[in-house]
């Protein structure tokens, strides 16, 4: 291999102004996190909150999907790597996530059978 390989050819790793933006992006998306919960379960919880109870936990799975995403892409450098390196790492996540949909789908089957039942 070429000690000399050019800058076109090797992996640009992005800034430190990157690196910054997406820190601050995670800590709104955690901040947006506190305050969903706040807002639904807090002291102060209205009838807002109330009413959004039942969209509480598919808001958080969505709210940290995200922050995940950006983690494993920048700061695991999934973005640099080749697409064989981030298919074995996303076909797993991929796998788990549908398995922990139909868990949930299963268990609120369940759920609702045992009410009526």
Same mark, same amino acid.
Request: proline letters at 5%.
């Given at each position: 291999?070429?000690?000399h390989a050019s800058p076109a050819s090797e992996h640009s790793h @992005?800034?430190?102004? /990157? ?14 996190? /506190?305050?969903? $919960?706040?807002?639904? $379960?807090? !002291? !102060?919880?209205? @009838? ?9 936990? @598919? ?11 950006? /983690?494993a892409m920048f700061y695991m450098h999934l973005k640099q790597d ?9 076909? @797993? ?25």
């Open positions: 291999m070429d000690a @992005p800034s430190v102004g /990157v690196y910054i933006r997406i820190g601050l992006v995670l800590f709104v998306l955690t901040a947006l996190e /506190v305050g969903l $919960y706040e807002f639904t $379960y807090g !002291h !102060h919880a209205g @009838p807002a909150g109330h009413a959004i109870e039942p969209f509480f936990v @598919p808001l958080l799975l969505l709210l940290s999907a995200a922050k995940f995403a950006l /983690v080749e697409r064989v390196l981030s298919g074995v790492f996303i076909f @797993p996540l991929i796998i788990a996530t549908v398995l922990i949909f139909g868990l949930i789908a299963l268990e609120a089957y369940h759920f609702a059978f045992a009410r009526s039942g």
